[in-house]
């Protein structure tokens, strides 16, 4: 039981971190991620005024309809990634700051970000 206290202590850590050099503003908005063990969630908040604008994730009717029993979770990651890049840039947002959210930046998390950089976000 105290590894798993240990574990969730470390994660708040980075994620306290991470959060306290990222804002979201209006000009440039903040991409955060939040995974789960089978599932991928993406947003893009406006911190000034508390808003999300826009939000893409494994579960959405869209993206769920493009996915194979064969996919694996860091090319599922990559089609949210992209997804959340195309509802962006459809929307006028080209720039964000992207908040792995106490995440280590490889794997899944990594995947989202290449995807959404190679769709045409700014980070």
């Not at 694996?72 to 990651?77: A, N």
């Amino acid at each position: 039981m105290k590894i798993i206290k240990l574990r969730a202590q470390r994660k708040e850590r980075r994620k306290k971190h991470v959060r306290k050099s990222i804002f979201g503003t209006p000009d440039r908005l903040r991409l955060t991620v939040y995974r789960s063990l089978s599932n991928i969630y993406a947003q893009v908040i406006n911190d000034v005024d508390g808003v999300t604008l826009i939000s893409a994730s494994s579960i959405d009717k869209e993206v769920k309809a493009k996915i194979t029993p064969e996919m694996t979770k860091v090319q599922l990651s990559e089609l949210v990634g992209s997804e959340v890049a195309k509802r962006a840039l459809a929307s006028q947002i080209t720039k964000v700051a992207f908040d792995r959210n106490g995440y280590i930046y490889h794997g899944r998390i990594k995947a989202l970000a290449d995807a959404a950089r190679k769709a045409g976000l700014e980070f």
